[in-house]
């Protein structure tokens, strides 16, 4: 499994060399969009927005995110050796409750504790200080690789920061649509594409973590930052990566049951830009190979194969209902009446009905 993920490491280090950049490549003359289900022609929408209200209730931190499309391939006991590796490096211990070597190895590993744990990649290993074995009758070891203190600082500002996020983006009676969407704003509004995080991160830092802090990076770092904060707010979410002809990275996403690709990278709001693209947001698989995604032999890092080809887990993508494309751009969303506003390529305002279907 090390070898594993240090190869699944050095591809993602390959979108260096090959730059996913961000959002559309050059406007043409399109047939606007028409006759979508749920988009009409309105003429009153003037700015930019959310609507805003006031939540009951704040989100609070979870140290325990699930994926309910990773666990098909995971067995429970896994996640279960999980949780206690998080509750023991929240509170800086050594040592935690674990049911196997197997479990073991996939809880202490890199690239789950990026994408499940993120300021706690590359910062503990699962190893022993004394040449003593790591795991041995029911408990695993923890190395940290910075002290305990740094460690645990380090950890409490990142979930302050997790929850001021979601706190300040979304709302606990959002839908999942809704919330996905928010989220998706969110990142495209915030987040800055910087092909040097990476490079200048070394050995001792992992790239989830990173561009949480820095709101930079490229591709294969918004993937899981955008999964990761779609987990914290009970939406299955996985990073997704592609190494053939394009190499590229987004999120799967299983919204209200179905499943979706979501692009954050290519929706960044670049300077000058005047908008927030929809185009890549819940795409079906037809729809993500016709912007040039081969999707033959994708990577998921929280499988332990890697290779989405060498497990039965299905990451499909066929509904096409939530399809606003063409070079839409965001204008404001009513929650009310379950309406998203945008306008067209021709600066033509539209509305999508988002409700029950």
């Known amino acids: 499994m090390k070898n594993k993920r240090v190869l699944c490491l050095v591809l993602a280090a390959a979108f260096l060399l090959t730059g996913c950049n961000v959002g559309k490549a050059e406007t043409t003359e399109q047939t606007v969009l028409s006759g979508v289900a749920g988009q009409t022609a309105t003429s009153d929408v003037t700015e930019t927005s959310v609507t805003e209200t ?188 592609i190494y053939e002809d394009l190499c590229h990275a987004w999120t799967y996403a299983v919204i209200d049951g179905k499943g979706y690709h979501i692009d954050t990278t290519w929706a960044l709001q670049a300077d000058g830009a005047d908008g927030i693209y929809l185009d890549y947001f819940m795409m079906s698989d037809k729809e993500r190979i016709a912007d040039g995604c081969t999707l033959t032999d994708p990577d998921v890092t929280l499988l332990p194969e890697c290779n989405v080809n060498k497990t039965n887990v299905k990451f499909e993508a066929t509904d096409d209902h939530y399809c606003i494309r063409d070079y839409c751009r965001f204008v404001s969303l009513d929650e009310e009446k379950k309406i998203v506003h945008y306008v067209t390529m021709y600066d033509e305002q539209k509305e999508f009905y988002y409700g029950d279907i």
């Not at 499940?116 to 910062?123: I, S, V």
């Not at 928010?182 to 830092?205: F, H």
């Not at 973590?209 to 979410?237: H, P, T, W």
């Open 54 to 241: 006031t939540a009951s209730e704040p989100f609070e931190f979870n140290p325990h995110v699930y994926s309910r499309k990773i666990a098909e391939r995971v067995p429970q006991d896994y996640w279960n050796s999980f949780y206690n590796l998080c509750d023991a490096l929240r509170k800086g211990e050594d040592t935690f409750q674990c049911s196997s070597q197997e479990a073991y190895n996939w809880a202490t590993d890199v690239g789950v504790l990026c994408d499940l744990f993120p300021p706690a990649g590359a910062k503990i290993e699962g190893k022993s200080t004394d040449g003593s074995p790591a795991f041995e009758n029911g408990t695993g070891k923890i190395l940290y690789k910075m002290p305990v203190e740094d460690f645990l600082k380090r950890e409490s500002d990142f979930e302050v920061l997790i929850t001021d996020i979601l706190n300040s983006t979304i709302e606990k009676d959002d839908s999942e649509y809704e919330r996905a969407l928010k989220l998706y704003l969110y990142v495209a509004k915030n987040y800055v594409y910087d092909t040097s995080l990476i490079d200048k991160m070394g050995d001792d830092e992992n790239y989830v973590y990173a561009c949480f802090m820095e709101k930079r990076g490229q591709c294969v770092n918004f993937a899981s930052v955008y999964a990761y904060l779609l987990l914290q707010a009970d939406i299955d979410a996985v990073s997704y990566r």
